[in-house]
């Protein structure tokens, strides 16, 4: 199967693969024998009339052939890519096509026709604001000199994207998150807007329901017991309101979403072999008969 990946947690497969087998192909050797042999046996015997006469039997082995041996042997360089140990955790995924029925909690799977959108897009772009370095050799004076831009990181460290994900025709929701690297999350030049084109697979561990304010993060921590202290303050003054948490965009729908330890999201692509197999064959035209 052909597939172009979006995003892959390379660790988490590798560990993955080397579980399935810790045996990785770096090189291999072809060896060719080119040769034409002829071995032909005859053997007769012959008993008739006519030989009766000298009363005897004529046996004859018969061996003719010619043989032309070459060994030519080919050496090929193997590259491991991390597409090939990835197609080999993909071979022991069940694919999910609808239901969760009858995939248990710690399943190795594979949901196609996925359409993921972005739960947390309004506090993402601000994130990635801070996280790219705008507030760098910023200091607090009355905090003793303290580094904003050090703060940020280590709050964000734990920060994911955080996606919702709809089967086509099914009435299943999925959950996965992303971690948030700071420098790039995504394989091959794609960004988190290019998930939102079209169809995508998700590769994975099923993990069970949960809503989706399950995902909690250290951001988020303290922007809740920043509201809670404001709230807890005798003094307040007015021209100033109380900073509100960002919520996801779907926090308050109630729905249980099945959440997926994400490992990889790939884009499977159809070659032109794939729909030659899939026209089916003609049959046979039957002969008119009399």
């Keep these: 199967m052909l597939f172009n990946v979006y995003y892959l947690n390379f660790s988490k497969v590798y560990e993955i693969k080397m579980m399935l087998s810790n045996i990785i192909k770096t090189d291999e050797s072809v060896e060719t024998n080119q040769g034409d042999t002829i071995d032909a046996e005859l053997q007769a015997k012959m008993g008739t009339k006519f ?49 969760f029925d009858s995939i248990t909690e710690g399943q190795l799977i594979q949901i196609d026709n996925v359409s993921l959108s972005l739960e947390n897009e309004m506090e993402l772009r601000t994130v990635k604001m801070f996280s790219n370095g705008s507030f760098k050799g ?23 994207y955080k996606l919702k994900g709809e089967i086509k025709d099914s009435d299943e929701k999925v959950l996965i998150k992303i971690p948030l690297t700071f420098e790039s999350e995504f394989e091959n030049l794609y960004n988190v807007d290019d998930l939102f084109i079209g169809n995508v697979s998700l590769i994975g561990i099923y ?15 303290f922007q809740e017991l920043g509201q809670v202290s404001d709230s807890d303050s005798e003094v307040h003054n007015s021209q100033y309101s109380a900073p509100k948490v960002v919520k996801l965009k779907s926090e308050d729908d109630g729905v249980d979403y099945n959440y997926i330890d994400l490992l990889a999201i790939v884009h499977v692509i159809k070659s032109k072999s794939d729909e030659t197999e899939a026209k089916p064959k003609k049959a046979p035209r039957k002969k008119d008969t009399e």
Excluded: H, W
């Design 51 to 99: 030989l009766k006469l000298f009363n005897a039997e004529v046996g004859s082995d018969i061996k003719s052939g010619s043989s032309d041996s070459q060994k030519v042997l080919e050496n090929f360089k193997v590259t491991m890519t991390k597409s090939l140990i990835l197609s080999e955790v993909m071979e022991k995924c069940k694919t999910v096509s609808s239901s």
């Design 138 to 160: 910023m200091r607090l004076p009355e905090a003793g000199g303290l580094d904003i831009n050090n703060l940020f990181n280590s709050m964000f460290k734990d920060y994911s």
């Design 207 to 221: 993990k069970g329901k949960t809503k989706i304010n399950g995902l909690k993060n250290s951001f988020e921590f």
